[in-house]
């Protein structure tokens, strides 16, 4: 009789809280949003524009998407932030929907918003009529490795990026740090979430925007989920993200290794090579490229361009099985003048797109950043230092760490405390222990900082936990979002089998009764949060930039 009435408690409070939200929710734009897996709507809350001023009642209205619960009513919300930073949110949540919604029970609607920054939300875009206007300037940067000149000339670019943005955008600027971005967290909660309390799932620089807020709101937090870890001392404090490609290497062979123990799935079996082997004569082809591009379809390829694309399929297995066939295509005995129907020419919006979301990267990423530098050969160690933690990635963070150095965008509020923090509910931190991006040891460095987390740890290639599918992770992971059930420490999830291997997500949920049944064609898709389904897409974007930057 207790928990009957309990329920009806509870039911009623839900009811009585949907009854007041403070968003009124509607249709979405398929254009803001784009095709959803889901039913979605769609709405906005106004929230200060500017936090470190209690006097102006200047407000920015925040977009925001909601999927609602499979179970009514919903037992509250779930706030996602899919990484970055400059991911569009919104988008994100519409075509990942049928995943997360089995992952977290389908009890709580899932909600999310476009970050200050990012979309229509204080766009960070550097506008500039004349010619140095962020495009231009982004576009032409190329890997650090890929000259001897190429540092250099990421210097210069980086230096003329950081003043063409302080002189066309510096107040907008100011107010789009991850500090100002968890205040608004605690806004939205404010407005929907009956209890007051944040429940919250962050992914790559998603776990830097949670733990910021688990820092400055300990007692609000209810249940939060940090997947796909980054490392949110050296995010604030370091010159370089350094230890965020600590197993990029490892991973990058394990593409080679994986594809030998599924010979049928992948392309480059039939070489009749060795993983190492196989990833030498990748490595040379790369370097020879570096002198001589080759013409590849419609598109020359360089070694910006294939660097780039080898690093991006370090994101996860789903882009595997195309990336192998086009390297095959591309190696000795391969047809390199017969690319796939999808390699074509460049797409102008699609690359606009693309540079949009490196420009907010850059805003949000820089303005949190603390030091700066003015000096180039002070900066020369944070390269070397790079490129000797790996070799796949070393290079291709320079522009990052460069363009940050000189920022002169000062933000309105930077959170500058540290990271031991007691929040009022206990966390749940997942790592992978192959993820090229985020590695095990920073979701284990992080833990150890926040009292009474766990880290479960996911035996899989990729990056966040849902790049290889695991009935594990789902059990392990809806028990925390249903009771608050954390895993016992030392869990090691394993995955359903080889990274090239023909089993969905889908697959997981349908063994487990979760979610809802989807048809074949839909399941044999393979979800991954960028949708990094093809070499070939890859090139003709050449949205490499975004691809490699985004955390």
Known sequence: MVNFQYALIFSSFVIAHASQSKIQWGPCDPKEVGNSTEPIQCGTLPVPLDYSDPKSDKKLQLRLAKISATSQPSRGSILFNFGGPGQLARKDLASTASLLLPLTGGQYDLVTFDTRGTGNTLPFICPN?????????????????SSDVAVGDIWARSQLLAKTCFENQNEEGSLISTAFVARDLISVVDAIEYDKMLRYWGLSYGTTLGATVAAMF???????????????????????????????????????????????NCPLAHRNATAAELEKAVLDFLDTIKYRPIVFGNTILDYTIVKGALSSSLYGPPSWPMLTQMIDMLLPGGTPNSPPPSLGQN?????????????????????????????????????????????????ATVFTSMACAQWKIEPKERYEGDFNIKPKNPVLVLGNTYDGHTPLVSAKNISSTIEDS????????????????????????????????????????????????????????????????KPKTERARRHTLDDLSSFGEILKKRSWVERLMMK
């Open 129 to 145: 009529e004349g010619g140095n206007n962020g495009h231009s300037i982004a576009a032409q940067i190329k890997l650090g490795n």
């Open 218 to 264: 300990p007692d609000r937090i209810d249940k939060l989920i940090l997947d796909g870890v980054q490392n949110p001392h050296e995010y604030y404090q370091a010159f370089a993200d350094f230890e965020e490609w600590t197993d990029s290497d490892k991973v990058f062979s394990g593409i080679f290794s994986s594809c030998l123990e599924a010979p049928d």
């Open 347 to 395: 797409d102008p919006a699609e690359l606009d797109a693309s540079l949009d979301t490196v420009l907010s990267l850059l805003g949000i990423h820089c303005l949190d950043r603390v030091p700066r530098n003015s000096s180039f050969d002070d900066m020369i160690p944070v390269v070397e230092r790079l490129y000797e933690i790996s070799r796949i990635m070393g290079d």
């Open 454 to 517: 766990v880290v479960l740890e996911l035996n899989i290639y990729g990056h966040s936990s849902i790049s290889q599918p695991s009935s594990c992770t789902l059990e392990k992971v809806s028990a925390y979002w249903k009771d608050g059930t954390l895993p016992e420490p030392g869990t090691v999830c394993p995955a359903e089998g080889n990274p090239y291997a023909d089993i969905t997500w889908f697959d997981v949920f349908e063994k487990a009764g979760a979610g809802n049944s």
